[in-house]
C-alpha cells in the first residue's frame, strides 16, 4: 500500500508521467534513509538501498558463525561485482580493477605510467585534492602538473587544448565537478585530449551510477569511482577502469599474491601478472563492501541510467527553482541541461553556510558545505515530500 500511496502522490505532479512515478516510488520504497531524512547528500557518502545493508549483514553473520567456510560464495560475489560494474561502463570485466577508493585508482595509474623527465599532466585547478596529490606527488620523477582555470565554474576544452603540448602525457579530469556540478561533455573531451596526442583520465565518481557512459562508444583511457556516492555502495570498494590496451603500459604496483596467475598456489613464485586488470588488486579485497556494491549495481542497472539521469535532472532542477523562490543564489550553472548534474551549489545571503546546514540537520534535512557555499545533491528517489521538507527547513532560517 505504501508504493501505491506513493504512485497516487506523484501522478499529481504534472511534470512525471505515471511510469516515471511508479519508478520513483519503487526506488525510494528500497531506501531505509527516507524514513528518517530528506537526504541531499549523495555527492558525499549515500545512504545504503535496503537489499545492500542485507547482504552485508548476511556477509557479517556468515563470518562470524563459520569463518571463512562461505569464502568461494563471496570470491563469486565479488566476481559478480566486477562484471556489474563493466556492464555499467560497457567495458570487459578483464578491465575493471577492484579498488579502495578513486584515490587508489589514481594512484595506481600515476604511479604505474612510464614516465620520462620532462613528461606533464594537465588537470583543471579545481579538481578535488584526490585528483591533484598523486599528479603532484609526480614532481620527484621531473613530471610537471599543468593545473589550468576553470572560468565561470566549467571546464573550457579550448584552456585545456593550450596547456596541452608535445610533452603532455596524461590529461585528468573530473566528469562532474564536486563543487559546483559542472558536468563536462567527455566525449568532446576524449575528442580532443586524444587529437593532442595524450591519455584522458576521469575522475567519475560524481557521475558514475547516475549519468550514462559507455567507454565502448566514448574512448575514455582510465576511469575511476569510489562506490560510496552516486552508486550507492559501502565506502572502500570502488572501480577502476583501464582500458585493455594500455593494461601493459602501466607497471604494477602494489602488487601481491593476488596478482599473479597462480595466485592461490602459494609454493608457485613467479611474476607472471594476471592478463587483467586485477593484476593491479595485490591481495585480500573488502568482500563486505564489494558484495555490498554489487548488489546496489544491480539496483541501478535495473532502473537504468537513461531513467536515473532525467529523473535526478529534473528534481534538482525543482529544487533550484524552490530554492530561488525562498531567496536563495544558485551558483551552480543551469543554462546548459549538457552540463547539468546532481549536484547543486547554492547560498542564501547574508547567512552562514554552516548555521543553515545544521538548522536544516535539525529539521530532517541533509546538506553539505563546500566551497564556503551549501550543496544539495539528490538522487533519483526523491519527492514532493522531500521538497516540502527542505522548503520548510530554509523558511525557518529565513
Not at 3 to 30: C, G, W, Y
Not at 371 to 377: C, D, H, K, Q, Y
Request: aromatic residues 8%; neutral net charge; hydrophobic residues 45%.
Amino acid at each position: 500500500m505504501g508504493i501505491v500511496k506513493d504512485v497516487i502522490k506523484l501522478e499529481k505532479n504534472p511534470a512525471m508521467s505515471p511510469l516515471q512515478a511508479a519508478h520513483t516510488a519503487e526506488f525510494r520504497a528500497l531506501m531505509p534513509v527516507t524514513a528518517n531524512w530528506a537526504y541531499f547528500d549523495h555527492a558525499a557518502v549515500a545512504p545504503l538501498p535496503r537489499g545492500t545493508r542485507q547482504v552485508i549483514e548476511q556477509w557479517v553473520a556468515q563470518a562470524a558463525e563459520q569463518g571463512d567456510v562461505p569464502w568461494l560464495n563471496w570470491s563469486r560475489g565479488v566476481e559478480r561485482c566486477r562484471s556489474l560494474a563493466a556492464q555499467l561502463i560497457g567495458s570487459e570485466p578483464s578491465e575493471i580493477a577492484l579498488v579502495p577508493n578513486t584515490t587508489a585508482g589514481i594512484g595506481l595509474v600515476a604511479e604505474g605510467f612510464p614516465w620520462k623527465l620532462g613528461d606533464n599532466v594537465v588537470l583543471p585547478n579545481d579538481e578535488f585534492p584526490s585528483n591533484q596529490y598523486p599528479w603532484m606527488n609526480l614532481a620527484t620523477r621531473g613530471v610537471e602538473v599543468r593545473r589550468i582555470a576553470m572560468p565561470a565554474g566549467r571546464l573550457d576544452l579550448d584552456c585545456v587544448a593550450a596547456a596541452c603540448d608535445a610533452h603532455t602525457r596524461i590529461v585528468s579530469l573530473s566528469w562532474v565537478s564536486y563543487a559546483q556540478g559542472w558536468r563536462t561533455d567527455v566525449a568532446a573531451a576524449v575528442e580532443l585530449i586524444h587529437a593532442k596526442g595524450a591519455l584522458c583520465f576521469l575522475d567519475a565518481i560524481q557521475g558514475l551510477g547516475v549519468f550514462p557512459l559507455d567507454v565502448g562508444a566514448v574512448p575514455v583511457d582510465f576511469l575511476a569511482a569510489d562506490g560510496h556516492k552516486w552508486l550507492l555502495g559501502p565506502e572502500r570498494a570502488g572501480i577502476c577502469y583501464i582500458r585493455g590496451k594500455h593494461l601493459d603500459l602501466l607497471r604494477p604496483t602494489g602488487v601481491g599474491w593476488n596478482s599473479v596467475t597462480a595466485g592461490h598456489d602459494f609454493s608457485k613464485i613467479a611474476a607472471d601478472w594476471k592478463p587483467s586488470a586485477a593484476r593491479y588488486e595485490g591481495g585480500s579485497l573488502n568482500m563486505s563492501g564489494f558484495l555490498g556494491l554489487a548488489k546496489s549495481l544491480e539496483l541501478l542497472l535495473r532502473f537504468g541510467t537513461e531513467w536515473l539521469s532525467r529523473a535526478v535532472l529534473e528534481f534538482t532542477g525543482q529544487l533550484a527553482e524552490r530554492l530561488r523562490s525562498l531567496g536563495a543564489e544558485i551558483h551552480s550553472l543551469r543554462d546548459n541541461p549538457e552540463g547539468s548534474s546532481g549536484i547543486l551549489s547554492f547560498s542564501l545571503p547574508g547567512r552562514d553556510p554552516a548555521a543553515v546546514r545544521q538548522r536544516c540537520l535539525d529539521r530532517g534535512v541533509v546538506l553539505s558545505c563546500r566551497g564556503g557555499r551549501l550543496r544539495a545533491s539528490p538522487h533519483a528517489y526523491h519527492t514532493d515530500e522531500d521538497l516540502e521538507r527542505i522548503t520548510a527547513a530554509i523558511k525557518s532560517f529565513v
